[in-house]
């Protein structure tokens, strides 16, 4: 376009400015469609693998197929994506038999290689693989991805370690499932519940003898992840050791020996309401009948759940029937008591 013809300079840098405009949009609009067509041959190529490795993968769950096709560098992450999937959702022995498939498919040394890459959603796939495969090879290389800053990847090399060896890892991860705050806890639980209580049971409670108090609200609830008979002196330790109201709660829910029954009896007065809530409902699990009367104060407490779960406890006594009950409720003169203990009653009749 000639702009020789427009003398008036404003004009002139409008009409400029406009096919600068212009040209940058269909630039963007041509990368857009490139961007576009890349995505659907990904996808594509993709979708054909999976096509091709679906049925490899199922036979191979009972018997590694003899003749397997070379997986290339840039469909790693497409195999080992479809390979954590069934990893994950079929049964210790076909887990076993697609372990022997990845090691026929050299699928070991791609997953250390890919420790090194930079996106963190491979490395990720990377120790999720070596951890199913058990690689003991990928020991040191696991070992320090666990104190990463990253959560997630951290996360996945210390449940990598114990499903290589959760005797020698679990010592050494337990400080850690302390101290990582960024780790939940339900996904530290069922880190230790893969391992299962006859290997977590030791580690566990031999941590609890020198542990600090700060970490006592994270160890009591991994303790239930060890052997009950085991993990009691431990949670005894930390509940006579404590001050904090939510450690108190929490070792109150975890109590299942009468002989602690006189902890839960000491806390029904506590400043805390949730406490006063896990100590009636430890005393119905674990009090006598002659508990009855220690229980109906809580019923006129100023929480309603308080009041509830006394309720529920009184209910729940050994040898208390619910005609006593509502005997109890009769003679009260607490219109909080009488309304609760109509709800728990009308609760425990049969339909």
Not at 26 to 51: I, W
Not at 219 to 230: F, I, S, W, Y
Not at 300 to 314: F, G, K, M, N
Request: with cysteine; charged share 25%.
């Amino acid at each position: 376009m000639d702009l020789s013809a427009y003398s008036d300079p404003a004009l002139k840098f409008m009409l400029r400015v406009g096919l600068a405009v212009l040209g940058i949009t269909l630039l963007l609009l041509l990368h857009t469609l490139l961007l576009r067509a890349r995505l659907m041959r990904r996808q594509r190529r993709e979708r054909q693998f999976v096509e091709k490795w679906q049925p490899l993968l199922m036979q191979g769950m009972t018997t590694v197929p003899k003749f397997l096709p070379r997986v290339p560098k840039s469909e790693w992450h497409i195999f080992l994506s479809l390979w954590i999937h069934f990893q994950e959702t079929v049964r210790e022995e076909s887990r076993l038999k697609l372990n022997q498939l990845a090691w026929t498919c050299g699928m070991d040394h791609a997953a250390r290689q890919l420790l090194d890459h930079r996106s963190v959603r491979t490395r990720l796939m990377a120790v999720t693989t070596l951890g199913h495969l058990q690689d003991k090879n990928a020991w040191a290389r696991l070992k320090s991805i666990v104190n990463d800053r990253h959560p997630l990847l951290s996360l996945a090399a210390a449940r990598a370690l114990t499903q290589i060896d959760a005797k020698a890892a679990l010592p050494e991860l337990l400080p850690l499932f302390t101290r990582r705050h960024d780790w939940p806890l339900n996904k530290i639980a069922n880190i230790l519940n893969e391992a299962g209580p006859d290997v977590a049971s030791a580690p566990l409670t031999q941590i609890v003898q020198s542990a600090a108090p700060e970490q006592f609200p994270r160890l009591v609830r991994l303790l239930d992840c060890a052997h009950g008979e085991q993990a009691l002196p431990a949670l005894r330790r930390i509940m006579f050791a404590t001050t904090d109201d939510g450690v108190i709660s929490a070792c109150l829910q975890e109590l299942r020996d009468p002989h602690d029954a006189g902890f839960a009896r000491a806390q029904m007065g506590h400043r805390s309401w949730f406490v006063r809530v896990q100590a009636v409902s430890a005393l119905g699990r674990l009090g006598t009948r002659d508990d009855c009367d220690l229980l109906i104060a809580p019923l006129s407490d100023p929480i309603w759940w308080v009041r509830y779960r006394a309720a529920q406890a009184l209910a729940s006594l050994p040898a208390i029937t619910l005609a006593e009950v509502q005997q109890i409720r009769e003679n009260s003169s607490d219109r909080f008591a009488r309304d609760i203990l109509a709800q728990v009653i009308a609760e425990k009749q049969p339909a």
